[in-house]
Structures are given as structure tokens and as C-alpha cells.
């Protein structure tokens, strides 16, 4: 791997924890508005994120959250979301690509 492949895949990596970081806080801040769709998107300037709602609990959200960069790599994660406190209870890494 060459040095200027390794500084690229660094950056996208970058990209896609960033990607995440805000579509997390995004996507508590819609639901905790009681704005939640069972799926929706949001648009950065690096890519998009998308969440689908899989399940609703009392006191759980079961979320696929995938985000996208503009060079398409790509990174799904599910979330199990507590409704009251609205944190993240539980993180899987289902892909990154």
C-alpha cells in the first residue's frame, strides 16, 4: 500500500466515524422530538446517513443506522436506543466497507 492509498483510507475512515458521530446525534434529537419516522435520511457534506426503526420496545428503539460517503464506502451499525434516557444502550458493528 502506498503512502498516498494509506493517508486515503485513513481519511475516509475519518469520514465514516464522523459520518456516524453526527448522524447519532441527529437521530436522537429527531426522535427525542417525537419527529421519528421508521426510517429517514440525513445529508452532510461528506455523505448520508440512513436509520431504519427494525423494532419498538416500552422502553427500547432497535435502529440500522448505515452512512455512506461521497466515495461510497459504507459503514451499518445497530443501535438499541433507550427511549427515556435517549442513549445508547447497545452498539453492533454490522459492516464497514
Do not use: C, P
Not at 16 to 45: K, P, T, W
Not at 60 to 80: A, G, M, Y
Request: hydrophobic content about 40%.
Amino acid at each position: 500500500m502506498t503512502e498516498k492509498n494509506f493517508s486515503f483510507e485513513q481519511e475516509e475512515i475519518f469520514i465514516i466515524e464522523s459520518l456516524m458521530q453526527m448522524a447519532i446525534v441527529d437521530l436522537v434529537h429527531e426522535i427525542g422530538m417525537m419527529e421519528q419516522n421508521y426510517s429517514s435520511e440525513f445529508h452532510y457534506d461528506n455523505g448520508t446517513a440512513t436509520y431504519w426503526i427494525l423494532e419498538e420496545s416500552h422502553d427500547t428503539f432497535n435502529i440500522q443506522l448505515k452512512v455512506r460517503t461521497t466515495s461510497d464506502r459504507q459503514r451499518v451499525v445497530r443501535v438499541l436506543l433507550d427511549k427515556e434516557q435517549m442513549r445508547v444502550k447497545e452498539w453492533i458493528e454490522l459492516t464497514m466497507g
